[in-house]
Structures are given as structure tokens and as C-alpha cells.
């Protein structure tokens, strides 16, 4: 019986170490990211500040961030 007890520790340890050495040398899993597409961004003829293509108030080839400063800017 001793004997049984000993073989099945034996057996126990060598695989928890293998298991243990396939982890590692197994490559990592890499979860697959969906990148976004870019957004075109424009500055501001008036402030400079930056604004997506699809918010920008256009004028010829001016772009403003908003009504007040296309005004402001006498376009």
C-alpha cells in the first residue's frame, strides 16, 4: 500500500511539472484587436483647433469648428 501511495504521488508531481513546462513553452494567446478606421481631422482656419472631417464647417477650402467662428473669420 505504501508503495501505491508513493507511485501515485510520483505520478501527480511529473504531471503538474509537465503541465507546468507546456504552459511556458506554449506561445502566448493573443486576443485579436480590432483596429479602428481613422478618422480625418482638420484645424480650424479661425482657432487652429483640431476637429473630425465630419463635424468641420467647410468653406471653399477653409474649415471651421463651428458656425460662429466661420463668421468670425469673415467666410
Keep these: 500500500m505504501k508503495y501505491l501511495l508513493l507511485l501515485l504521488l510520483v505520478v501527480y508531481v511529473l504531471w503538474r511539472w509537465r503541465a507546468g513546462q507546456a504552459a511556458r513553452t ?4 493573443q486576443a485579436q484587436s480590432v483596429q479602428p478606421e481613422p478618422i480625418a481631422v482638420v484645424a480650424c482656419a479661425h482657432c487652429k483647433v483640431h476637429i473630425p472631417l465630419s463635424h468641420a464647417v467647410c468653406v471653399g477650402a477653409q474649415y471651421f469648428c463651428s458656425a460662429a467662428h466661420r463668421e468670425a473669420a469673415g467666410a
Design 26 to 29: 506554449a506561445p502566448p494567446h
